[in-house]
Nanobody, 119 residues
Framework: EVQVVESGGGLVQAGGSLRLSCAAS????????IAWFRQAPGKEREGVSC????????YYADSVKGRFTISSDNAKRTVYLQMNTLKPEDTAVYYC????????????WGQGIQVNVSS
């Protein structure tokens, strides 16, 4: 059974930090790209960051570059998103996703986790 489970969300003040975790099981983790998406109320879902477990290549959206860091622990089958200097506009439901091909063709989604940043 495939499982993608996010944890670590919550409420934080602007300027604070949170670390999201994405624990995956049921598929060959080390060949997938793991991505974080987010969706704020009334807005479309957007890609935040991703990491290729094949070669470690990472990507960041311009809006989070320099503030967020993605990392992967293949032994624990877990991807982390360290979020620093959080802003109110980072408030959203954050989703973890796994894909082999393109971020437009996600194979597995997590259930999402809420992140709220107060001003």
């Amino acid at each position: 059974e495939v499982q993608v489970v996010e944890s670590g969300g919550g409420l934080v003040q602007a300027g604070g930090s949170l670390r999201l975790s994405c624990a995956a099981s049921g598929f060959k983790f080390d060949v997938y790209t793991i991505a974080w998406f987010r969706q704020a109320p009334g807005k479309e879902r957007e890609g935040v960051s991703c990491i290729s477990n094949r070669d470690g290549t990472t990507y960041y959206a311009d809006s989070v570059k320099g503030r967020f860091t993605i990392s992967s622990d293949n032994a624990k089958r877990t991807v982390y998103l360290q979020m620093n200097t959080l802003k109110p506009e980072d408030t959203a439901v954050y989703y973890c996703a796994a894909y082999l091909g393109s971020y437009e063709d996600v194979d597995y989604w997590g259930q999402g986790i809420q992140v709220n940043v107060s001003s």
